[in-house]
């Protein structure tokens, strides 16, 4: 399944205006309720947004049970120092689910801070790889990693510079779980793994993709 494409670029400061614009147009008799229902959905829709390295605001969309929903985002802490959220564990971000089932990316303040200040486009890696977990529950940090990759490479956000700033971060990692594959290293090298497995794939011809 692929990922969501970006929508129309922006800015994150838009929502209140936005807001502010729809009470007063209601006031002054411009707009009916339902066009006041479907101004403040799009500014639900805008606070779910994630902001990448680029400036480009984007959202991950989902379809479950025959409905297409937007993930929401939440942020989660204050963005000081010592102040990390208990509920992600250490993670700069996790993916669960609501008292419905239907996931919501959550992000850590202070671990996204440092990782915007020092390596944003790792943070946009970051969001892609929820998406992934978003988008197919079943897929495993690995396929998710795979997926984030293919994903900014299809939208032209990896390169070889990009490529090695993501790689020498993941190094960093020296233990990991498991299911990251036990390190940092490891981690990497199965993406990659998983990376060029899905390109020789899309070059085989159609009913050649098994072993």
């Not at 101004?39 to 379809?63: K, P, T, W």
Request: with cysteine; glycine share 8%; proline share 7%.
């Amino acid at each position: 399944m692929q990922l969501p494409a970006p929508f129309k670029p922006t800015p994150a400061s838009d929502a209140p205006a936005l807001s502010t614009r729809a009470a007063r147009a209601l006031r002054a008799g411009w707009l009916s309720g339902g066009a006041l229902l479907l101004m403040l959905a799009a500014i639900a829709n805008l606070a779910n947004a994630y902001q990448r390295s680029d400036g480009v605001q984007v959202q991950c969309v989902i379809e479950q049970h025959g409905e297409r929903r937007v993930v929401p985002v939440e942020w989660l802490g204050h963005g000081e120092s010592g102040d990390r959220h208990p509920a992600l564990g250490g993670a700069a971000a996790v993916v669960r689910p609501d008292k419905d089932g239907w996931p919501v990316i959550y992000f850590d303040q202070v671990t996204v801070k440092g990782i915007r200040e020092k390596d944003p486009h790792m943070l946009d890696f970051i969001f892609y790889h929820e998406c992934a977990h978003a988008t197919d529950p079943t897929r495993d940090e690995i396929d998710a990693n795979c997926e984030a990759y293919l994903e900014l490479d299809r939208l032209g956000m990896m390169n070889e510079p990009l490529e090695r700033a993501l790689a020498q971060t993941h190094r960093k990692m020296m233990r990991l779980p498991s299911r990251y594959g036990g390190s940092g290293a490891a981690f990497w090298d199965k993406t990659m793994a998983c990376v060029s497995e899905r390109r020789a794939q899309s070059r085989r011809p159609a009913g050649q993709n098994h072993e």
